[in-house]
């Protein structure tokens, strides 16, 4: 081989491993973030572009009117479609998943989101995003006629750090009051054992209402649950009638 192949071979050689070394470099520069450490999730906000979600170093300079990056989370579903802006960024909401999250799993849930950059092959970039299921419940949901038996009250989803209050009601008038607790950790987890019924039972639904702080403002409850109560032949018993989020 002569002299000015070889070296014509050799800077070919060069240039493809510059090539190969700035396409990584480019690959790894790319990073995604989600701007709250856990999303509360409804069912009803399943198609709503609900995740903040941020993103920089994708290609760019790509067409502002293309949608350049593609995000999907673990399970398939579709995040969200985006373009860039000059400097290979991106600020969007993206789509809650589809998925329903189940009380089993403990109502959250956390998924991988995976944003691929359509324009250069290969380049990714992923995060975490954390799920809570919002709602409230109460466990066992049946007492028989031990309508004081203590059981676990439980809520989902308020804001973290927020002191919550249970308010039970009958017919509109509030019968009894009781602490549950601070909302804890990113999705604002609380649960605490408390009376079934604290008070003299009545016949009928009793509306017991979730709120931020002690004064009980129905409009404004973040949560209530109806618990039916019925006369047996010489004794009352009850069971949950139903679980709501309000607001």
């Not at 709250?36 to 502002?64: H, K, M």
């Not at 004081?148 to 039970?168: D, E, K, N, Y």
């Not at 016949?203 to 618990?227: E, M, P």
Request: charged content about 20%; some cysteine.
């Amino acid at each position: 081989m002569s002299r000015p192949v070889r070296r014509r071979l050799l800077a070919i050689a060069a240039a493809v491993a510059a090539l190969a070394a700035t396409t990584a470099s480019t690959a790894s520069a790319a990073t995604i973030s989600v701007g709250t450490p856990c999303a509360r999730y409804l069912p009803s906000l399943a198609g709503e572009q609900w995740v903040p979600i941020t993103g920089s170093g994708f290609t760019p300079n790509t067409d502002p009117a293309s949608n350049a990056v593609e995000l999907r989370y673990t399970n398939g579903d579709l995040g969200a479609f985006t373009p860039l802006a000059a400097d290979g960024s991106f600020t969007i909401g993206a789509f809650m998943p589809t998925e329903f999250i189940r009380s089993s799993t403990g109502r959250t849930k956390t998924y991988t989101l995976t944003a691929t950059d359509r324009v250069t092959a290969g380049l990714v970039a992923s995060t975490n995003v954390t799920f809570v299921r919002v709602g409230a419940d109460v466990r066992p949901a049946r007492v028989g006629n031990n309508l004081r038996r203590r059981v676990r009250w439980s809520v989902w989803g308020p804001p973290t750090g927020a002191t919550m209050f249970l308010h039970w009601t009958f017919k509109g008038r509030r019968h009894a009051v009781r602490k549950l607790g601070t909302a804890k950790g990113a999705c604002g987890i609380a649960h605490k054992k408390l009376p079934f019924l604290p008070t003299a039972p009545r016949s009928g639904t009793w509306k017991v209402y979730f709120t931020v702080g002690r004064k009980l403002n129905r409009r404004r409850a973040l949560f209530r649950i109806d618990l039916n109560v019925f006369r047996t032949s010489s004794s009352s018993a009850a069971t949950v009638d139903a679980a709501r989020v309000m607001g």
